[in-house]
């Protein structure tokens, strides 16, 4: 193929740029501070419309710094948006604190604002409230902040706006990175201006910046030797490449308009052919960073990906979330399963400012063509020239009883036995050495971890996450539905597009008993036991014992299952009779394993 790679949104760059490197480089100003790093922060507050804005090695660094601003300590808690790339809860992980991921809505893609205040409302109950609350402005579209910044102060929680993908966007007037007590941008190569690598914290808040000034320079004391009574980092941003961030800021508008025509461009492509697009909320003015697809089926993305590389034109999935991420499988999250299903049919296209319209009609030309192409088959060997291959062993058969209802589309582990009657469903995850017993449902997109056990007629609605060795009880059920009905106001049939499902979380080890209900969206804590019968709606605390409707907490459990009992001699300590691990209640709902 004779023409360039047509890559996904690679830097916009020339002239302007170019001579504005020459001249900081000329100007001797070669060390990470200068004239050029102290106007291009000026410059950057009046964009995020915030008073002070420092410049840093990265939107990560940027990140990182904001929490420990904030004052987040190692053990504690913050919630993030589970839809975005890993370095928004890679950030929260450097701080020592433990992410907790919150789910999407339909109208932004980002974080739910009724997952969220549903999470807040529980941990308020439990006096457990995270240190901070992290949301991303997803593709170049701010959340719903209308909603989200009166939940975090009614709640007295800290907000953290990564707008890292968002420069230059608005919500109700107000820029991106104002919304937060601070906000961040990244300048990686990828973004619509970049520094090569670089970022960016905003703020009004002047002890915030001067805090991460301070700790961004190794936490260096003002005196003549080299003093340190904080630990610090090397995160400061270069003044040569603030210098270059100043030229790509002078073009952030004509970069943005050009984003946002190819965004349309390909609209007015392919919607016609049943894709649908990122919605733009009414609310809000998205800087069209990337032009985001889905496809009705969970095999186009792929198809279309591949139609796309053969023609050498770069296309990436959507964001994978990060509860599906295995470094974070063991934490905790609220869901609704929105973010899965836009993992499964969703689509990123070029979208380079740089790009021309010819290119993008090729691109749209490609798409079409693949969506409506048959899925391709297996090619046929060629006859063999010489010997014929070895024959390869079969592999053994799964143990799924004649009755069982497996889809080919869900995803089986090894040494899965799955009893007469039961179901599972299309995209179904479902790890290692499970049972699922007699006339179980496991619904479409369920997660399922290892060593899990779902007892005969159990009843397991999609989005449910089960973590590894979960037990369901015979006849338990997760719901997915908070207000159900069959019909609408109007008494016509209620539709699967007028409702948005809402998942049950098991973490791991957790037991609920015969007959339980869960409803959803509620997260059960880890080595918990629900006794059977009871109903749950509202989280359960790790290794907390709950019975009753609805359920209250009325002891505590242990990894072995059995009622602990207190420690003599320790007000709070408890003690399992099995193996003597000791435990310590911090807080009325909050248990601790082995505490120091």
């Known amino acids: 193929m004779s023409r360039d790679r047509i890559y996904l ?56 710094l904001a929490l420990l601003t904030f004052g987040v300590q190692p053990g504690d808690d913050v919630l993030v948006s589970t839809f975005t790339f890993a370095a928004t809860a890679n950030a929260v992980v450097y701080a020592g604190a433990n992410p907790v991921f919150i789910d999407s809505e339909p109208d932004t893609w980002n974080m739910s604002p009724e ?76 973004k619509i201006m970049t520094t090569s690598g670089g ?38 941003l270069s003044n040569l490449l603030a210098a270059l961030g100043r030229a790509q800021l002078s073009r952030l508008p004509t970069m943005i308009e050009r984003r946002r025509a190819i965004r349309d461009h390909y609209r007015s492509e ?38 796309l590389e053969e023609s050498n034109i770069e296309a990436r999935p959507l964001w994978k979330p990060m509860h599906r991420q295995p470094y974070f499988a063991a934490a905790r999250r609220r869901l609704n399963g929105f973010s899965d299903m836009l993992f499964e049919h969703g689509l990123c296209l070029p979208s380079g400012s740089s790009m021309t ?17 048959t899925p391709s088959q297996p090619r046929a060997s060629a006859p ?44 179904a995850q479902i790890g290692a050495n499970c049972i699922v017993g007699r006339g179980a449902y496991v619904g479409t997109g369920v997660h399922v971890g290892d060593n899990c056990k779902i007892q005969n007629y159990a009843l397991v609605y999609e989005p449910a996450h089960l973590a590894d060795g979960v037990f369901i009880g015979p006849a338990a059920v997760l719901t997915n539905d908070q207000f159900p009905r069959a019909v609408n106001p109007d008494q016509t049939l209620k539709s699967a597009d007028a409702w948005t499902p809402v998942g049950v979380t098991v973490l791991g080890g957790a037991s609920i008993g015969a007959r339980a209900v869960c409803v959803a969206p509620v997260t059960i804590g880890r080595w918990s036991l629900v006794a059977a019968g009871s109903t749950v709606i509202r989280d359960v605390p790790d290794f907390a014992l709950v019975a009753g ?48």
């Open 9 to 64: 949104s690679p830097p916009d760059v020339g002239d302007a740029e170019r001579a504005a490197l020459l001249a900081a480089f000329d100007s001797g100003w070669i060390a990470p501070i200068g004239p050029d790093l102290d106007r291009f922060e000026e410059e950057i507050a009046v964009v995020a419309g915030t008073t002070e804005a420092v410049g840093l090695s990265s939107g990560t660094a940027a990140l990182h």
């Open 115 to 190: 997952l969220l205040e549903a999470e807040l409302t529980t941990r308020a109950g439990q006096n457990r409230l995270p240190a901070a609350v992290v949301v991303v402005d997803l593709y170049g579209q701010c959340a719903d902040y209308d909603a989200i910044v009166p939940i975090c102060s009614r709640f007295g929680v800290p907000l953290i706006e990564d707008a890292a993908e968002a420069i230059g966007a608005t919500w109700g007037g107000r820029p991106a990175g104002s919304f937060g007590q601070a906000g961040v941008f990244s300048f990686n190569g990828n």
């Open 199 to 236: 970022g960016m914290l905003v703020t009004d808040d002047k002890q915030i910046a001067t805090r991460a000034r301070y700790l961004a320079t190794q936490a260096r004391q003002p005196v003549v030797h080299y003093e340190h009574t904080d630990l610090g980092f090397n995160y400061r």
């Open 270 to 307: 392919l919607e016609a052919h049943g894709i649908e697009f990122m919605p733009t909320d009414a609310r809000g003015e998205s800087n069209a960073w990337l032009a985001c697809v889905v496809f009705d089926t969970p095999d186009a993305p792929d198809r279309v990906r591949s139609a």
């Open 357 to 373: 319209v010819d290119q993008v009609a090729e691109v749209a030309a490609v798409v079409v063509k693949a969506v409506h192409s």
């Open 384 to 427: 063999p020239t010489t010997s014929p291959p070895q024959e390869q062993p079969p592999l053994p058969p799964q143990p799924f009883a004649p009755t069982a209802d497996v889809s080919p589309d869900a995803n089986i582990g090894p040494n899965v036995s799955i009893w007469h009657l039961a179901q599972v469903r299309e995209r």
């Open 549 to 596: 409707i609805p359920a209250k907490r009325v002891g505590w459990v242990g990894r072995a299952g059995q009622p602990l009992r207190p420690t003599p001699d320790e007000p709070d300590g408890w003690t399992c009779p099995v193996t003597g691990t000791r435990y310590r209640q911090t807080a009325p709902e909050h248990l601790e394993e082995n505490p120091e």
